[in-house]
Structures are given as structure tokens and as C-alpha cells.
């Protein structure tokens, strides 16, 4: 166990640092200066970190706190160091003193990561950062399938922490500084800060290796709808985890206050299929529909029915949702079309439900071409399955989470999400737990939803995705034994 003094800029982190070896304090410097470490990317992350050994934090402390500046000033000495102690000499909550000494790194981090965004499975630029920055705190990084991995410690279970870190093609109105630099790609769903998070755990890993379990860090591509977990699993993230741990950022669940980390056993995220088709008839002139054959009306009678299948054949107690979410046909007021097409999404939590949707859909598709006479065709494309949590793991995660921000600051949802997440292939292969932190400031203006082209978030918050992962993987490598 180490003391960690958070230090605002490199300058006074060197002056610290002599402060304490003058005083026969021995100083590990963990730099935060990307810029020296980092050539690829112009990147100030500001705030170091300067470490000493736990037996001599007090000592520490109490030096720092003497010292002056001295810089000669007319109202008395000259001004103290301006050092934060953030270790756990002066607050037992060693995980969160941990994540907050690197949180103004993440921070950093995400703001780097947030101006480059970039979509779907292949991110050149965003890999390209992450393995640098990697590579500055000693990690040894692998390449696998899209993403990237590294591991941290010597012996004992083997743990995974997994971020994402693609973009969405959403143009960017934040009006934010550290804005998207890339028109039409913007970090509308916070993987920014995953991935920025992960990168702090990594340089607290480095710092201090697990004992007694060991780390795994997986950094995914992909997330988005492009299917990004299952090449990394077929090139072995996976190989000799024993359980897994992701959180996301936003606002996923309307049961969290700002701050909050929500978990839930059991099926927490929709499995999101999507399917398509169309109608197709025979166009004419829009004064004479019997020389034609309109497909119009055997679409409309489609999305009517595929709503009233939903109200009517599934429990209504089980969520379960249908949405015919884009349309397209004809080009002018006065042209039957020849063809009508359709695309939406089915959200369901578990294989009956799933199955049923299905189901459901074909037969709206046939039963409206045949009582207008159209042919029709239809697609049903799996998508992610459901996130299940282990409910083992659940718990274990929650109580980590308790232990780390304070019994209030932690919930037991009641209702999943309906969103989807390709976290669920992890759970499907190995126990695990997804969870929620609500990052939004109404108070400030950050209360968009992920998916928003406003969307942003609190980053003083990061520190609880940092403590809350990190201390939710050690107990579950410490829950599963050697
Ligand atoms: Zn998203
Ligand atoms: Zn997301």
C-alpha cells in the first residue's frame, strides 16, 4: 500500500518531490506528463502523482503541509505547495483515494479521446492513443482482433475490466472545448470515458500490481451496433477469465439519482434484434389505383398490426418492445410507388419473449400482403442477446460498490433497460456484472440523454467508474480462489 499526493502541475510536483527527499522520504514519481511520454498526441493532461510508502505518508503529510514557498511576500510566507493527499493516509476508502489520484488524468483522457471520435469496429486513431498511453505507464499491450488487452499482476484469478471506445455518427452540438473534431462522428454515449477510465486503472495497476488476483484490461471497439466483443472473444480476451466487470456512463436507468451506481441481477438489457422488409406491388398513376398495385396501405396495416400485436399477445407484465422505426417509400403526390419497405428494432429479455417477437412480426408481414394482394419481403437479423449479470457476481459487485461510495450512493434496480449491449457475449461465456453510474448535472446543463447530440456528461463523477470497477474486480477474483 502506497500514499498518493495529487499534484496540480509537474513544476510543483518536483518541488514536492525534493520537499520530501530532502526530508529523507523516499518519492516514486509517477508522472502524468503525456506530452513528454507521448509524442503522437498534443495532449496536457494535467495533475501528477507523486507516491510514497505507506509507512512514511503521515510523515509526508506533515512535511508538504510545513512547507513555504520561498518566494519572498508582503503579507507573510510565500504560499503553500498546492498538493492534494489523496492515499489512504488520510481516508480508509483505499479504492476511491486510489481512483481520485488518476482521476484528473482520466479526465484528460476523455477529453482527448472525446475530440477523435470514431465509429464502428475499426478506430486507428483511438487504438492508436490508447496503446500509447498504455505503453507510457509500462503496460504490456496485445493486440486482439480489433482491440486491445493488457494484464496486470503475477499470480491468482484472472479478472477482466472491459471499456468500449467507439463514437456514434451523431454531429456533435455540446459547444464543448474538447468538442469532436471529426464532422459527424461525436462520443454521444460517454465510451470517451470508459475507455479514459480503464486507461486510469491501468496507471494505477502499474503503480501498484495486483497481489493475490490478477487484472485483465479490454478495450473494445465496436460497440455500437458493429459486433465489436465477438472477434475480440474468438481472439482470446477471454482465455482464463474467471469473471468479468463493465459500467457505463449516462443515464440508462430513469431509478438513478446523478452520482448513483445502479446494478441488477438477472436480465438487465434488452436483447436488440432488428428487422426489415417490404411490400411490393406494381406502381400507376395516383388517380387510378386499380391499374396499380399499391403497397401503401399493406404497409400501414403492417406497423398498425405490429402494434397490436404488441398490446395484445405478449404478458403484458414482461417488457417487450416493437418499433417500426424507419419508412420509405414513393417520390411524388400523384405516383402509386411500386415497392413500401420498413426497418425497426425488437427489444425482449429472454428467449420466449424473443421467439414470440419473431414470430409476431412475419405474421403481420404475410397477413398485410395478403389482404392487399402484394408480395412481400422479410428479414428478422439478430442482434445482441440480452445482458444477464450473474446474480453471484451482482452481488459482490454491489457490496464493492457500497464499500467504495457509501451506501446511498448505490441502488438495486428494479427495471432493465431496454437498450442493448454487446457486453452480453462476455456474460454469455463467463459470470459477470454490468452496472450503471448516472453521470448526468441537470444543475449544469448535462442532462441529455446517450444518443443525444447535446449529450455530456459529469466528469467529476469519473472516479466512481475508476473506484467502483477496480474494487468490484477484486472481489471477484477474490470470490472465486486461486
Ligand atoms: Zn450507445
Ligand atoms: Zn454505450
Known amino acids: 500500500m502506497k500514499t498518493v499526493f495529487e499534484c496540480r502541475s509537474r513544476e510543483d510536483a518536483m518541488v514536492a518531490r525534493s520537499v520530501l527527499e530532502s526530508s529523507g522520504i523516499p518519492v516514486e514519481l509517477l508522472s502524468g506528463g503525456m506530452q513528454d511520454m507521448n509524442p503522437l498526441f498534443n495532449v496536457d493532461l494535467s495533475g501528477y502523482t507523486l507516491v510514497v510508502p505507506e509507512s512514511f505518508g503521515e510523515d509526508a503529510l506533515a512535511v508538504l503541509a510545513d512547507y513555504r514557498s520561498p518566494e519572498q511576500r ?3 510566507p510565500g504560499p503553500a505547495l498546492p498538493v492534494s493527499v489523496s492515499g489512504p493516509a ?11 489520484s488518476v482521476a484528473g488524468r482520466a479526465v484528460a483522457h476523455r477529453r482527448a479521446l472525446h475530440a477523435i471520435p470514431e465509429v464502428g469496429l475499426d478506430l486507428p486513431r483511438t487504438v492508436a492513443y490508447v496503446r500509447s498511453a498504455l505503453s507510457a505507464v509500462g503496460a504490456i499491450v496485445r493486440d486482439c482482433g480489433p482491440g486491445l488487452v493488457c494484464d496486470f499482476g503475477r499470480e491468482g484469478p484472472l479478472v477482466a475490466i472491459r471499456a468500449d471506445m467507439d463514437a ?11 468538442a469532436s473534431t471529426i464532422p459527424g462522428s461525436m ?53 482464463g477469465v474467471r469473471a468479468i466487470v463493465g459500467g457505463h456512463v449516462g ?10 451506481a445502479g446494478f441488477m441481477p438477472g436480465a438487465m438489457m434488452a436483447a436488440s434484434d432488428r ?21 401503401i396501405p399493406a404497409l400501414a396495416q403492417f406497423i398498425l398490426a405490429v402494434q397490436s400485436f404488441r398490446a395484445r399477445r405478449p404478458d403484458q407484465r414482461v417488457p417487450f418492445v416493437l418499433s417500426v422505426c424507419q419508412v420509405e417509400s414513393g417520390t411524388a403526390f400523384n405516383i402509386i410507388p411500386g415497392e413500401a419497405s420498413f426497418k425497426g428494432t425488437a427489444r425482449t429479455l429472454a428467449p420466449a419473449e424473443r421467439e414470440l417477437a419473431k414470430e409476431g412480426l412475419l405474421a403481420a408481414c404475410q397477413g398485410a400482403a395478403l389482404a392487399c394482394g402484394v408480395e412481400y419481403r422479410y428479414e428478422w437479423l439478430d442482434g445482441y442477446p440480452p445482458v444477464v449479470n450473474d ?59 446517450n444518443h443525444h447530440p447535446a449529450f455530456d456528461l459529469d466528469e467529476s463523477l469519473l472516479d466512481r467508474m475508476i473506484a467502483v470497477n477496480l474494487a468490484a474486480a477484486e472481489a471477484l477474483a477474490r470470490s472465486t480462489g486461486a
Open 391 to 449: 446474480p453471484a457476481s451482482t452481488e459482490l459487485a454491489m457490496a464493492a460498490a457500497r464499500s467504495v461510495l457509501g451506501d446511498g450512493q448505490v441502488r438495486l434496480l428494479t427495471v432493465p433497460s431496454m437498450g442493448g449491449e454487446d457486453f452480453a457475449y462476455y456474460l454469455r461465456m463467463v459470470p459477470g456484472c454490468f452496472w450503471f453510474l448516472n453521470t448526468q448535472a441537470p444543475e449544469r446543463g448535462i442532462s441529455h440523454p
Open 187 to 239: 462520443h454521444a454515449c460517454g465510451h470517451d470515458a470508459h475507455a479514459a477510465c480503464l486507461l486510469a486503472i491501468a496507471e494505477l495497476l502499474a503503480l501498484r500490481p495486483p497481489t493475490g488476483w490478477r487484472a485483465r484490461l479490454i478495450f473494445q471497439t465496436g460497440e455500437e451496433g458493429a459486433f465489436g466483443a465477438p472477434p475480440m472473444i474468438e481472439a482470446g480476451c477471454l482465455d
Open 251 to 260: 443515464d440508462l436507468s430513469g431509478e438513478l439519482q446523478p452520482g448513483q
Open 90 to 100: 488520510v481516508d480508509g476508502n483505499a479504492a476511491m483515494s486510489l481512483a481520485r
Open 275 to 295: 428487422f426489415a422488409g417490404s411490400f411490393v406491388g406494381s406502381g400507376g398513376h395516383g388517380s387510378a389505383p386499380h391499374q396499380a398495385l399499391d403497397p
Open 74 to 76: 508582503a503579507d507573510g
Open 168 to 178: 456514434l455518427p451523431i454531429t456533435e452540438e455540446t459547444g464543448a472545448e474538447y
